[in-house]
């Protein structure tokens, strides 16, 4: 299964650029962040037209989550992170999707560090973390994707130094990435 992630950065916007790479790429399953848009403005028909079925959990102005699907309709199992029935954000949504979990994140961008944006990242992060420590145990087929907001190491990005105070390269956000996922044996 050929899964994709795409930050498309207003849905709407970028219609046309969209269905030109889904035609082209021809993914199975597609991930998509920062949509822009309602629930009631996301692109459904033009996306129906395109081959693929979707869930999606937009956002006026900001964040917003979809799952696209061209092997199945996506099954919604969660459309938020769990841990905080408070949080309002259009950030994760989790489907089933032929027998896989997929999950599709938009992590904070936590800027300006440090500050309640800062500390919100962080917290998601720690929930994140959570969640995916239940699903590692869950024996359940999983791929968590999508735009973490975090630059794991100076290789991943270009003049790192002039990220140092950003709050995608402090120790305190690319710590938790290598703990979590060095459990699974994806990051370094």
């Avoid at 002039?162 to 459990?183: C, G, I, N, V, Y």
Wanted: proline share 9%.
């Amino acid at each position: 299964m050929k899964i994709a992630s795409y930050n498309v950065n207003g849905v709407n916007g970028r219609l046309p650029v969209l269905l030109r790479w889904l035609d082209e790429a021809k993914p199975d399953v597609v991930c998509l962040q920062e949509l822009k848009a309602p629930q009631e403005k996301f692109p459904h028909k033009a996306i129906v037209d395109a081959g693929y079925e979707a869930i999606w959990h937009g956002q006026k102005s900001w964040n917003g989550v979809a799952i696209l699907s061209r092997v199945g309709q996506p099954l919604e199992i969660r459309r938020a992170l769990p841990g905080d029935p408070e949080d309002t954000h259009s950030r994760y949504i989790e489907a089933a999707i032929n027998g896989i979990l997929v999950a599709c994140l938009y992590l904070p961008n936590g800027n300006p560090a440090p500050g309640p944006k800062f500390d919100y990242k962080l917290a998601w992060f720690e929930r994140l973390k959570r969640h995916t420590a239940e699903l590692i145990e869950s024996d359940c087929p999983a791929v968590l994707a999508g735009d973490f907001n975090v630059i794991p190491t100076e290789l991943d990005v270009y003049k790192p130094e002039s990220w140092q105070k950003d709050a995608l390269f402090l120790p305190e956000t690319r710590e938790p990435t290598r703990q979590s996922w060095s459990r699974v044996g994806r990051m370094p």
